[in-house]
């Protein structure tokens, strides 16, 4: 069976150009159910987008949700502690309340997971795969990578009580270096720690070039070991993409307590939201009683359909006009000839009101009559 | 080039003050005519006037790169974008008033009557008071005064209609003054720009502050 990619969507075209890329890398697809009990969502709340999740009771008097998210379906269904690394993908649908609207959405989402023991390689191919996703939906794209380890080690040697640290956070996470400052200042933390917290706020650039200055506002073991990881994934990611277009950012800020390592935020120019992000997910393994690390990521596929591609000029190429008089067996045959020459064709008595073509036939005994050409 | 929303008003002007001599100026904004959107191409920016409330959806949308919005629509709303400098104008207040001689009775529901819920509920819910939330949308200071509210939470700049209304400041939540505003999106594709922009308006901060330092 051929398909021809113009009739796809872009999130459909998008969708089985990274279903290739994952299978290539050999992670197998996840199909999974529409609904979970809606207890399984209560218990990690926080690690959901949004506080709406919309819930039916089913046959059985059970409390059920539509789900909101794929990861911790997935994650649910590994075994405690799997030998080897789970590879899996998924191209599922999500019901979600979306930001500002607040209405409830449905969207196509698609991404992997690997579970498992998560070493040096295993963290480099996902990140990598996500930079490739990136690529494959468009050219300019740009991914930014966090490190919540180095985040939460900067934060645990300033010693704040938690509603401080959570409006830094907050500060970090918008870039706010003033809001920083004024924290810092009404918590009486040292001038060195506010220093090292603005930074934060600040750097911004492709990873090599601002490991150094990460060096300089790094504190203890544990800031170095990520800085260690950090500069251990540029290595590999060096030799097979373009690593300008891989920045480090520390705005980028996951729940803490569920997220431990990389993280990441991936875009494409001319959408105005993210449209890729993942990372390093340990905690919500062991909240789910697994022995073992994650790391995966999620693409948002509703976000290409808007702002991807130009909007379609019309609606066919060819409007073919018939009346009560038309033999059916040669208007069958004249659309069936048209659509072997690749165009596309409506076939109807009438023009229908607001219709967009290219050609406007008629099909009379003699054969087809041109009406009229907007090409 | 750069698209930035402005707020129209009189915070818009000065704000377009500070742009224009940070060396951002598109200088037919001044002429008086009808027209939405101005372009400087030498400068590389394009100026549009929207409703105050409206910068931050612009940005958050992408539909500019950058903006300027208080912060009071900022803690309202929490719009997906980058907070980038404090322009230190537009400066006021968050607050909580009351008609003089408001007595606090923890016995009862606490009603307030405001324009920004999301800040009000926020506020209460750090001090675990029970409270009912009256929107509304403008003339707050009459909610007390009628009895339709116990207090209010609104700006207040200068309190002058608060104390022409018998009522006071009771509690203090926030300072509020402008702050410019990125497409999270935007900014990893303009960086350099926007990077940029910030540094000469932050030197035209600095000037300004200088200066009136000076008058003193």
């Known amino acids: 069976m051929e398909i021809n990619a113009a009739v796809l969507k872009n999130g459909e075209r998008a969708m089985l150009a990274l279903r290739a890329l994952y299978t290539r890398y050999g992670y197998s697809c996840f199909k999974m159910s529409k609904f979970e009990e809606y207890d399984f969502y209560v218990h990690n709340r926080n690690f959901l987008r949004g506080d709406t999740i919309v819930t039916f009771t089913d046959n059985g008097g059970r409390l059920m949700a539509l789900r909101p998210d794929v990861t911790l379906s997935i994650v649910k269904n590994v075994s405690g502690c ?108 040292c001038a060195e720690d506010t220093d090292r917290l603005c930074t934060l706020g600040t750097l911004f650039g492709p990873v090599e070039e601002v490991l150094p200055q990460l060096r300089n506002i790094s504190v203890n073991a544990a800031t170095e070991a990520a800085l260690d990881e950090l500069s251990a994934l540029c290595d590999i990611l060096s030799g097979v993409i373009d690593t300008k277009r891989i920045n480090m950012d520390f705005s980028i800020v996951n729940d803490l307590s569920y997220y431990n390592g990389i993280i990441w935020n991936g875009f494409l120019r001319g959408i105005p939201q993210c449209v890729l992000s993942g990372g390093r997910y340990d905690p919500l393994l062991e909240k789910l009683g697994k022995k073992c690390g994650a790391i995966g990521f999620a693409v948002s596929l509703n976000l290409l359909e808007r702002y991807y591609a130009a909007p379609r000029s019309c609606d066919a190429d060819i409007l073919l006009l018939y009346d009560d008089e038309t033999d059916a067996v040669a208007l069958t045959q004249a659309v069936r000839m048209l659509c072997d020459s690749g165009k596309t064709v409506r076939a109807q008595k009438t023009v229908p009101e607001g219709f967009r073509y290219r050609q406007l036939l008629r099909m009379k005994d003699r054969g087809l009559e041109i009406l009229e050409n907007n090409a | 080039m750069l698209n930035i929303a402005l707020p129209k008003g009189r915070l818009g002007e000065v704000v377009y003050g500070i742009f224009e001599a940070a060396g951002y100026g598109c200088p037919q904004i001044r002429e008086n005519s009808r027209r939405l959107i101005f372009e400087s191409e030498e400068n590389g920016v394009r100026y549009f006037w929207v409703k105050p409330s409206d910068v931050s959806i612009y940005v958050e949308h992408g539909a500019a790169d950058i903006g300027v919005a208080g912060k009071d629509i900022l803690l309202e709303y929490s719009p997906e974008v980058y907070e980038l400098l404090d322009l230190g104008v537009g ?93 999270k999106a935007g900014y990893q594709f303009n960086h350099g720009a926007i990077a940029e922009l910030c540094d000469c308006i932050a030197a035209q901060l600095r000037c300004r502050v200088q200066e009136e330092e000076g008058r003193k």
């Not at chain 1, 649908?93 to 609207?101: A, K, P, W």
Request: hydrophobic residues 45%; charged residues 25%.
């Open chain 2, 91 to 183: 400066k006021c207040r968050m607050a909580v008033a009351a008609a003089d001689g408001f007595h606090y009775d923890s016995d009862r529901t606490l009603r307030v009557a405001t324009k920004f819920p999301n800040i009000a509920r926020s506020f209460y819910r750090t001090q675990s008071r029970d409270i009912d939330i009256i929107r509304l949308n403008g003339s707050i200071e009459l909610a007390p005064i009628l009895g339709l509210s116990d207090v209010i939470v609104d700006i207040v700049e200068t309190g002058v209609t608060l104390r022409e209304n018998n009522l006071s400041v009771v509690e203090n939540i926030v300072p509020i003054s402008a702050r410019l505003i990125a497409n």
């Open chain 1, 82 to 189: 799997p030998p080897q690394p789970v590879k899996v993908y998924y191209n599922e649908n999500v019901y979600r309340e979306t930001r500002g609207s607040r209405e409830i959405a449905e969207i196509m989402q698609t991404g992997l997971e690997c579970i498992g023991d998560i070493d040096l390689y295993q963290t480099g191919e996902v990140v990598l795969l996500a930079a490739q996703s990136l690529a494959v939906m468009g050219e300019q794209w740009v991914l930014d990578i966090s490190h919540m380890g180095f985040l939460s080690a900067l934060l645990e040697a300033v010693s704040l009580d938690e509603a401080v640290r959570e409006k830094l956070i907050r500060c970090v996470r918008d870039k706010n270096v003033g809001g920083i400052r004024t924290i810092c200042a009404e918590a009486s933390i």
